[in-house]
């Protein structure tokens, strides 16, 4: 069974329907990234491993941040952030 945690980051109370609505507006493109998003971190791992991403980050300003790991490995974490314009880049 696979799993995968979403954070939604807001800066106060008040603020948070707001945070949860945008977050909820990116959600399918953000999914839609995860296999480029997999693709790059397994590239970056090398030695022919296979990361899943088993987090999203979504930050106030609608930045990501994907946390992605071999299914084998409880410590070593590559992340990979999506600007608030969609570009993917290492963090």
Same mark, same amino acid.
């Given at each position: 069974m696979g799993r995968m945690l979403v954070w939604v980051f807001y800066l106060d109370r008040e603020d948070r329907l707001s945070r949860l609505s945008m977050a909820n507006s990116i959600?399918?493109?953000? =999914?839609?990234? !995860?296999?480029?998003?997999?693709?790059?971190?397994?590239?970056?791992?090398?030695?022919?491993?296979? =990361?899943?991403? !088993?987090?999203?980050?979504?930050k106030p300003d609608g930045s990501t941040r994907y946390s992605c790991r071999h299914e084998d490995d409880d410590e070593n974490e590559i992340h990979i952030v999506r600007t608030g314009d969609g570009r993917l880049m290492l963090l």
């Open positions: 959600f399918p493109a953000l =999914l839609a990234e !995860i296999p480029k998003v997999e693709v790059m971190a397994s590239k970056l791992a090398g030695n022919g491993q296979y =990361l899943q991403v !088993i987090g999203i980050s979504i």
